[in-house]
């Protein structure tokens, strides 16, 4: 079996351990979050740390791996910020701000049928890369940033984590 079949392989166990009532052996039940000041709902491992805002803060919600070996620093958060500017305007000033570091991927994406944007990139921290994969997704009158990130070594395999949480993600 290929690479790309086994990262398939576990994205899709994943994706099923988080979007539906049953779950893979040994994974984490998921838990679902809602802040609806900011109409968001997603769903993400039940053994993952959370810290969710408050109201209208920007920040809606960080969440951290659990100290494993293989998964320690790892984490993803949600901002959110009022903006009436184009989803280009938006998504060119957040690549410029990553660009800054390197290299930037950039891809359209659709979230929960709303147009968005995703970056990916590599930053320092230390004397360690750590790869991100960032949306900037339009809402309705405001936007999300979700930023996944992950070191180097640990990406592959909480990748398919991140996936599973990117699509389990609902805008009201």
Do not use: H
């Not at 539906?20 to 994974?27: T, V």
């Not at 951290?64 to 901002?79: L, Q, Y």
């Not at 009158?141 to 599973?164: C, D, K, M």
Request: one cysteine or more; charged letters at 25%.
């Amino acid at each position: 079996m290929s690479k790309r079949a086994i990262l398939g392989c576990g994205a899709a166990i994943a994706f099923l351990a988080l979007s539906c009532g049953e779950q893979a052996p040994g994974a984490p039940k998921p838990v679902p979050f809602e802040n609806r000041d900011w109409g968001i709902r997603l769903k993400y491992p039940g053994d993952w740390e959370a810290e969710a805002g408050e109201g209208f803060e920007p920040l809606i919600l960080k969440v951290t791996a659990p100290g494993k070996r293989d998964t320690i620093g790892a984490g993803f958060s949600v901002v959110g910020a009022w903006s009436a500017a184009p989803l280009d305007v938006v998504a060119s000033s957040f690549e410029r701000k990553a660009a800054a570091g390197g290299d930037v991927a950039a891809s359209v994406v659709e979230v929960d049928g709303r147009p968005g944007r995703a970056f990916e990139y590599r930053e320092r921290r230390g004397a360690e890369y750590v790869r991100v994969r960032a949306l900037v997704v339009a809402g309705y009158e405001r936007y999300y940033v979700v930023s996944f990130a992950a070191y180097e070594g640990q990406y592959r395999g909480v990748r398919p984590y991140f996936e599973a949480i990117e699509k389990s993600i609902e805008i009201r």
